[in-house]
């Protein structure tokens, strides 16, 4: 019922900057907990971001705490990722995330429909 669609990904060189965009539809984007995951193939799927439905509360992963920031829109049904300081380890996929259920917003099982992720990749 909800769907989602990941832009912004690309090839930055270390330092720079990206900025995701995660557009949804479907079911009121209001009423969503929005998070941000990414993934390394042969590594777990970690927690990057997230915020709350009404944009008041946040969460951030230690790795990226005071680089990166999520945001969102609900006028235009759209969450970000401000990605500053770009390091190499930062290189993965990286997926949207939405939960049409309460609770806590940095846990995985949460999130009930994902994005099809879209490529970040830092060179050294």
């Known amino acids: 019922q909800v769907n989602l669609v990941e832009s912004g990904g690309g090839l930055v060189q270390a330092g720079g900057s990206l900025r995701l965009s995660c557009a949804a539809s479907?079911?009121?984007?209001?009423?969503?907990?929005m998070a941000w995951f990414r993934h390394v193939p042969g590594k777990e799927r970690e927690f990057v971001a997230a915020i709350n439905w009404s944009g008041r509360v946040s969460d951030y992963a230690d790795a990226v705490k005071g680089r990166f920031t999520i945001s969102r829109d609900n006028a235009k049904n759209t969450v970000y990722l401000q990605m500053n300081s770009l390091k190499p380890e930062d290189t993965a996929v990286y997926y949207c995330?939405?939960?049409?259920?309460?609770?806590?917003?940095?846990?995985?099982?949460?999130?009930?429909?994902w994005g099809q992720g879209t490529q970040v990749t830092v060179s050294a």
């Open positions: 479907g079911r009121t984007f209001s009423s969503n907990d």
């Open positions: 995330a939405a939960s049409t259920s309460g609770g806590g917003i940095g846990y995985a099982t949460k999130y009930n429909y």
